[in-house]
């Protein structure tokens, strides 16, 4: 079992940032992927960003490439979303994941963030 505890998240107007942030526990070991996924109302929850625990390699949605980065810090078990030059369509529940492999995977409690016009 692994568990996730998000953090950060809030309310920003259009052009300002955020910084999420997530802590991981219990059996890392077996994780592969790390990352972040959103999910706004009525809309099917969807990949923000993701990162290889052990090879770094990243991954964005087309849109947030540029604006967002996805960082990782191993030694703590965390993950970091930095978001800049928000949007409104960017206003969702963010959700840290943990990918032990395609099919398998632990969520957090989610976390809002909302970006006003």
């Known amino acids: 079992q692994v568990q996730l505890a998000e953090s950060g998240g809030g309310s920003v107007q259009a052009g300002g940032s955020l910084g999420l942030s997530c802590v991981a526990s219990g059996s890392i070991w077996g994780v592969r992927t790390m990352g972040w996924y959103r999910q706004a109302p009525g809309q099917e929850r969807e990949m923000v960003a993701t990162?290889?625990?052990?090879?770094?390699?990243?991954n964005y949605k087309d849109s947030v490439k540029g604006r967002f980065t996805i960082s990782r810090d191993n030694a703590k078990n965390m993950v970091y979303l930095q978001m800049n030059a928000l949007k409104p369509d960017d206003t969702a529940f963010y959700y840290c994941?943990?990918?032990?492999?395609?099919?398998?995977?632990?969520w957090g409690q989610g976390t809002q963030v909302t970006v006003s016009s």
């Open positions: 990162i290889g625990r052990a090879d770094g390699i990243k």
């Open positions: 994941d943990a990918q032990v492999h395609p099919g398998w995977s632990y």
